[in-house]
């Protein structure tokens, strides 16, 4: 499994963007697909995910950020509004273990390259 991440790209804050991530491999519908982000010098914390139960947003982006799938295109999407400083950091896509993969990291088997976003004020 592959998962090609892009859409990452420098922006002022109150700008919108929209993360895409491709992923190979079979059975794309069975699996969780995740986004987390990794800013400079902290550690990599969980944004949002889709599972078969609905969609999951850490707080620091309830209500800006909207994770969608598209299971014929093998494809998730991260769509970003109202983006602000502190939203930049490295975006990586993930593929759940399992269809019910939550917030843990832990729960995700396949990880992509990420793609930088930088928010400027």
């Known amino acids: 499994v592959q998962l090609q991440a892009s859409g990452g790209g420098l922006v002022q804050a109150g700008a919108s963007l929209n993360l895409s991530c491709a992923a190979s491999?079979?059975?794309?519908?069975?699996?969780?697909m995740g986004w987390f982000r990794q800013a400079p010098g902290r550690e990599r914390e969980f944004v949002a995910t889709?599972?078969?139960?609905?969609?999951i947003y850490a707080d620091s982006v309830k209500g800006r950020f909207t994770i969608s799938r598209d299971n014929a295109k093998n494809t998730v999407y991260l769509q970003m509004n109202s983006l602000k400083p502190e939203d930049t950091a490295v975006y990586y896509c993930?593929?759940?273990?399992?269809?019910?993969?939550?917030?843990?990291?832990?729960?995700?088997?396949?990880w992509g390259q990420g793609t930088l976003v930088t928010v400027s004020s």
């Open positions: 491999g079979r059975a794309f519908r069975n699996y969780a």
């Open positions: 889709v599972n078969w139960y609905g969609k």
């Open positions: 993930a593929r759940g273990a399992t269809h019910y993969s939550n917030s843990q990291p832990r729960t995700y088997d396949y």
